[in-house]
């Protein structure tokens, strides 16, 4: 684990403008954001500001917003948003010499809309591979090295069994002391054992236990019995 907290000083944050409007990004500006476990993973509605907020962690890390590995800023010269450039890190022991030295700096953020073209420039050849396949190719292969990696919605493009494949390399990137911060939506990937479950909302953010979600819930109950919900939907 590398990073316990991340907050952001704003001189001018406007509370009706983007990004300072969104429920969670006030949380970060006013008390910034603990990690507890090596492994957060951020839940909640779409529009909450899960990819607002995982979005500004990368860039405050030295990650590109658009997507890739430590090595890719150096050649892309894309300027970072108000939010991003502000944020900051409270290392752990673990995590002081990395954060004190930005070349030291390993990471990767992976966002599905751009995940081909990033794993392109990583080497994991994006032709002959699906798009799964190479989210998959790109951690056995290549995100092996402690640092800092950011995901929004990896599900988006994973079987069920590819998310149980994730699941063993989140698991392995955390024993190799990294530290992993992952928007999602899926109720298999919060079942990781030890991981903390922050819930973002309009009340900000809240940790939960996988047991209270509300996606947990939801997807119990369609999978029990899919009428229940789609009788409100279809008639
Ligand atoms: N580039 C942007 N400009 C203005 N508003 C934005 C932008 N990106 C997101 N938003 C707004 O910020 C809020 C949070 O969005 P987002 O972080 O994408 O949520 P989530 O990832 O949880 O679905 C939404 O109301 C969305 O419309
Ligand atoms: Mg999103």
Redesign the pocket.
Known sequence: MLIERAYAHVASAPPDE??WS?PCVRELLEDGLRFTAPVTFLV??????????VEALAEGFGLDSYGGSHDWRYASPRPKSPLGERVRFDPTAHGRRMMSDWAARKGFFLRAETALDALGREGVGPDSISHGEGFLAAFRDRFTRPGLYVM?EPEAALSFTSCLELIGHLNRLVESGGQVVC?THSPLLTALPGADIIE?GEHGTRRTAWSDLALVDHWRRYLADPRSYLRHILD
């Open positions: 983007w990004p969104v909640g509605e779409n529009g909450s500001g899960k990819s607002t907020l929004d928007a973002v």
